[in-house]
C-alpha cells in the first residue's frame, strides 16, 4: 500500500526558516497536501499542490515538489511561535498521511 | 457552530464494552470518513462513505463498524472494545469534486 513519511520533529527559532520534508511512493496522486495540527485540535488544510506543478507559493509557505525522487516540502518564512503545531503531508485520493512533523519554535 | 462536530470529545470506557463515536456535519458534504490517530503514525483510515447507500473498509477497519443514518451523520462502532483502540478519532467530511477534507474536533477515546 501506499507510504508517507516524515521526521518527527523539527526545533528553529523564531524568525528562521522552517522546512519540513516527506517522501511518498503513489506516484498517480493528483494532489498532495499539507495539513496543521494544533494542539487539542482537528487537522485544517494548510495548502495543497497539483502533481503536474513543481512548486506553489502561498504568501509564507512554499511547497516543493520532486516527482522524479517522490519527495515534497513545505518551507515556512519567518516561522512564528502561532506556527508551533504538528504537520502532516498526504497523498492519495484517500488521503494517506505521513506520521506527522512536530514543529517548535523558540522564541 | 462548528462545521463538523463530533460527540463525545472524551469517553474512558472499559474492554468488552460497546461504543458508539458519533459525527454530524452542516457543510452539505457527500463524502464522510473516519480515520484514527496514534502518535508517530498520523492518520489511518477506518472506513469511508461517499453517500448515504455507500460504506467502504479502510486500511485499519478490524474491530470497528459505521453507519451512514443520513446525509449529514456517519457513526463508528467499536463492537467490543480493546486497549489497542485507544487512540484518537477524527471525522473529516469533503466532496466528490475535491480531495480535501474537513475534519472535526476529535475524540479521546481510551479503553481500560
Known amino acids: 500500500g501506499e507510504d508517507v513519511e516524515q521526521s518527527l520533529f523539527l526545533s528553529v527559532r523564531e524568525g528562521d526558516s522552517s522546512v519540513i520534508n516527506c517522501t511518498y511512493t503513489?506516484?498517480?496522486?493528483?494532489?498532495l497536501y499539507w495539513y496543521k495540527q494544533e494542539p487539542g485540535a482537528g487537522l485544517q488544510l494548510l495548502t495543497y499542490?497539483?502533481?503536474?506543478?513543481d512548486m506553489k507559493q502561498d504568501q509564507r509557505l512554499t511547497v516543493l515538489l520532486n516527482k522524479k525522487d517522490k519527495h515534497l516540502s513545505l518551507r515556512i518564512a519567518d516561522t512564528q511561535t502561532g506556527d508551533s503545531a504538528i504537520y502532516f503531508c498526504a497523498d492519495g485520493n484517500m488521503l494517506t498521511f505521513g506520521g506527522g512533523t512536530r514543529l517548535m519554535v523558540k522564541p | 457552530d462548528a462545521d463538523v462536530t463530533q460527540t463525545p470529545r472524551n469517553r474512558i470506557t472499559k474492554t468488552g464494552k460497546r461504543i458508539m463515536l458519533e459525527c454530524s456535519q452542516t457543510k452539505g458534504h457527500d463524502r464522510m470518513y473516519w480515520y484514527r490517530q496514534d502518535p508517530g503514525l498520523g492518520l489511518r483510515l477506518i472506513y469511508y462513505?461517499?453517500?448515504?447507500?455507500?460504506?467502504n473498509k479502510g486500511e485499519i477497519s478490524d474491530g470497528y463498524s459505521v453507519s451512514r443514518q443520513a446525509q449529514a451523520k456517519f457513526s463508528l462502532s467499536l463492537e467490543s472494545a480493546i486497549p489497542n483502540q485507544t487512540a484518537l478519532y477524527f471525522c473529516?467530511?469533503?466532496?466528490?469534486?475535491?480531495?480535501?477534507?474537513?475534519f472535526g474536533p476529535g475524540t479521546r477515546l481510551t479503553v481500560t
Open positions: 462513505s461517499f453517500d448515504v447507500k455507500d460504506i
Open positions: 499542490i497539483f502533481s503536474n506543478m
Open positions: 473529516a467530511t469533503g466532496t466528490s469534486g475535491s480531495y480535501e477534507q474537513y
Open positions: 503513489d506516484s498517480s496522486s493528483t494532489y
